[in-house]
């Protein structure tokens, strides 16, 4: 059976199911012009999600060797939140151009306590991620659904090496686009935990079980913060601070202390 089945009936099952919640209870939220344009926004939302897991899947099961990402050109990295932001603007388009703070929940009372939210947040949720995947992968390993010494992916590598500057550009687009699409538009629609998986799933492409486990976690911690404050400021620092202490800090010293890079 070809490994794209599965996650492709899964997704088929996740749109149906948007679409007949979006007919019986508004799920999406949206007062669309008329039947045909909420139509072609089906229809968007389908090619969306298939392309998607398409692209996902695609890369979890050939993950990039070094010698492979020696030669992939630096931005080809952001081709998924590509697809994220042109994915949003048609979104936005169909659905009248509503304001866009509005759309993405950004909220303009108390910048200044919103943004120290954000990295109350992002700190406190990156010690809890840790320590609580920690606990996790330990176990998963004593059941034997993790290899005890798990070597990192060429991807994590290849990030790790990267000047400072690509650095910041990764964690800058990831910490907006990301933060955009999983809390701004999807989970006010499918809620936490949905959002949840399908923010985790959309990074399985990184092959690396442990950090898999971590990005759930601090979803669901930035996930709270967006249902609680239902502001998407706090979440955008919240995970820019996260990136930022896993890609500029931890990946490094742990590379350096294990000798690989």
Do not use: C
């Not at 998924?80 to 048609?90: C, D, K, M, P, S």
């Not at 995970?239 to 294990?258: R, S, W």
């Amino acid at each position: 059976m070809s490994p794209y089945i599965l996650p492709l009936i899964f997704i088929a099952i996740v749109y149906i199911a948007m679409i007949v919640l979006n007919e019986r209870i508004g799920l999406f939220g949206e007062h669309f012009a008329s039947n045909g344009v909420k139509i072609a926004a089906y229809v968007w939302l389908g090619l969306f999600m298939f392309l998607l897991t398409t692209l996902i899947v695609a890369s979890s099961l050939a993950p990039p060797t070094a010698k492979d990402l020696a030669k992939v050109p630096f931005y080809s990295l952001f081709a998924l939140h590509a697809i994220l932001i042109t994915f949003l603007v048609g979104w936005w388009l169909m659905a009248g151009r509503p304001p866009l703070l509005e759309y993405f929940n950004v909220q303009r009372k108390d910048p200044a306590g919103a943004v120290l939210t954000g990295f109350a947040v992002g700190l406190g949720g990156w010690i809890f991620t840790i320590m609580l995947a920690l606990v996790v992968a330990l176990l998963l390993q004593a059941a034997g659904l993790l290899p005890k010494a798990p070597q990192p992916s060429a991807m994590i590598a290849w990030m790790a090496s990267l000047p400072l500057w690509k650095k910041g550009l990764i964690v800058l687009s990831a910490m907006t686009i990301e933060e955009l699409f999983f809390r701004g538009w999807l989970q006010k629609r499918v809620g936490l935990i949905a959002s949840t998986v399908l923010f985790a799933l959309a990074h399985s492409g990184l092959g690396q079980p442990f950090l898999l486990i971590g990005v759930t976690i601090i979803s669901l911690v930035i996930g709270t913060t967006f249902y609680r404050t239902k502001n998407l400021i706090p979440g955008v620092i919240a995970h820019g601070v996260f990136d930022g202490v896993q890609l500029f800090v931890i990946i490094p010293v742990v590379f350096k202390a294990a000798g690989l890079g």
